[in-house]
């Protein structure tokens, strides 16, 4: 039949034909959202995956030629392993406060509103008490009265015993919401004494590392000092990382962020300090140049990645301890090394201005700082014209 019409003479639509159909569109994209998600989680587990199983087979193939700083290789390992984690469990304690906080909060308001409401159930009854209301509701059904001042009373009872209602159903809601967030608190209470046992614990570790690499330094550091300017020794490291970024570089989808070609010049230090050996300069004792810069500056001082990317090493080097490389796309890389601790791990996505790393003098380093270097599909270029004041 013909479509009705409303009194402007346009036909009428039903709606519930199209919200059907937008609600349908919602959840079709709803899971495809979800698909995509679950399917970039598993790309990169798979990443992760192929970037962990190429630092393994690095570490079985390459040269197995002890060296001095390889005695601290197992120590300074422990000490970024318990220094990340202890990070971890100091921010889960953070987070874990200000929950405590707030739900202390919410209880002290949802105390507030109950005692309120008490009080006012309180006035009622005793409002009611007074005055006799249900015995004054009986006599007006029993008495032959006005029915309009029959219906108004009716009314005014009504109302009264609404509010007593809605006062005893508010009690009642207050009530459950007060236990659960007293549960909520208590779970949470647990929970930061729990983290606070795990932090005494990370902190004993870490001690124990670190008076470990004091003994072995001590035990080793005269033949240290023999071997860090030996020409040998640091043409098979840089041979090494030459052979770690080139199989990186093999990986795709690794990179990530903005193209990295545009930051030229815009740059800033990944850490606060002074660039004491730059790109080009002579080794002291041997010919050898620097292939990047070496920034001194104070120990467990954050490390800030200078671009965005993806973590594709994140571990010990010899002559480089612990390492982390980033991966920036279109075939550029950053290096940091000789950090005590690295606080990403290998498949981890970063923004410019990322805490990665703090610094530290490991590998067998005399001078805390900062060991850094670009990257362009494998080899490594001077970092001067990029950084802003370099």
């Not at 490389?325 to 923004?351: C, F, P, R």
Request: proline share 4%; net charge positive; charged share 25%.
């Amino acid at each position: 039949g013909p479509a009705a019409t409303a009194g402007n003479d346009r036909p009428f639509v039903d709606p519930l034909p199209v919200i059907w159909r937008l609600l349908s569109c919602l959840s079709f994209a709803l899971c495809l959202s979800t698909g995509a998600q679950a399917s970039q989680q598993a790309d990169l587990e798979k990443l992760r995956e192929r970037l962990n199983k190429i630092q393994q087979s690095f570490e079985r193939t390459n040269e197995s030629r002890s060296e001095a700083a390889d005695a601290l290789r197992d120590s300074e390992r422990a000490i970024s392993d318990s220094n990340r984690r202890l990070a971890q469990v100091t921010q889960q304690r953070r987070e874990a406060d200000r929950e405590l906080e707030r739900l202390q909060q919410r209880s002290a308001t949802l105390s507030a509103d109950y005692r309120k409401q008490q009080s006012l159930l309180g006035r009622l009854l005793y409002r009611q008490y007074i005055g006799g209301i249900d015995q004054d509701y009986l006599k007006l059904l029993l008495n032959n009265e006005d029915p309009n001042l029959i219906a108004r009373e009716l009314h005014y009872y009504d109302y009264i015993a609404q509010e007593r209602a809605a006062l005893l159903q508010g009690l009642h809601d207050n009530m459950q919401a007060l236990r659960e967030v007293t549960a909520a608190a208590r779970d949470k209470r647990s929970e930061i004494d729990r983290l606070q046992q795990q932090t005494q614990q990370e902190l004993a570790k870490l001690e124990r590392e670190q008076a470990t690499r004091r003994k072995t330094l001590q035990r080793i550091s005269l033949e240290l000092k023999q071997q860090r300017n030996e020409m040998a020794r640091l043409r098979r490291n840089e041979a090494r990382l030459r052979d770690l970024v080139d199989k990186l570089s093999q990986v795709p989808g690794a990179g990530g962020g903005a193209p990295f070609v545009a930051l030229k010049g815009k740059l800033t230090l990944p850490v606060n300090g002074e660039v004491g050996n730059r790109f080009g300069d002579q080794r002291p004792e041997s010919k050898l140049g620097w292939t990047g810069w070496f920034v001194r500056a104070t120990a467990r001082q954050p490390v800030l990645a200078v671009a965005a990317g993806r973590v594709v090493y994140a571990d010990w080097l010899r002559g480089y301890g612990n390492l982390l490389i980033i991966d920036h796309g279109q075939g550029y890389m950053s290096l940091y090394g000789n950090n005590e601790t690295l606080y990403k791990q290998v498949g981890d996505t970063l923004q410019t201005g990322d805490i990665v790393a703090s610094v530290g003098n490991s590998g067998g380093n005399d001078d805390s700082g900062l060991y850094f270097e670009l990257r362009y599909r494998g080899q490594p270029f001077n970092p001067a014209p990029w950084f802003k004041h370099p």
